[in-house]
């Protein structure tokens, strides 16, 4: 059983940052590369940042400069600053995650947490 579990959303006014966590536990191996999608009601879910076993990071153009995404063992964050309306979504945390007696890696999605941009 593997769980992400995320924290760290709420409502804040354009300009401001919020710290999104995502903590993985269970049956864990190894997590090859952990992200960040946010999904708007009506819309594809769509991808923020990305972060590898190794460092590499990949963002999404509208977030770059503002977001930065980084990982300490089984847990990934998102900083995000100078927010604006428009980031106003629910942002889902994803791992590709080798569990025990497997020898793969499969993709694992949190609950998502609510982050809104409003004045």
């Known amino acids: 059983q593997v769980q992400l579990v995320e924290s760290g959303g709420g409502l804040v006014q354009p300009g401001g940052s919020l710290r999104l966590s995502c903590a993985a536990s269970g049956s864990i191996v190894s997590i090859n590369a952990m992200g960040w999608y946010r999904q708007v009601p009506g819309e594809r879910r769509e991808l923020v940042a990305t972060?590898?076993?190794?460092?590499p990071t990949k963002y999404a153009d509208a977030v770059k400069g503002r977001f930065t995404i980084s990982n300490a063992g089984n847990t990934v964050y998102l900083q995000m600053n100078n927010l604006k309306p428009e980031d106003t979504a629910v942002y889902y945390c994803t791992a590709a995650i080798r569990r025990y007696s497997t020898t793969r890696y499969s993709d694992y999605w949190g609950q998502g947490t609510q982050v809104t941009v409003s004045s």
């Open positions: 972060i590898t076993s190794g460092g």
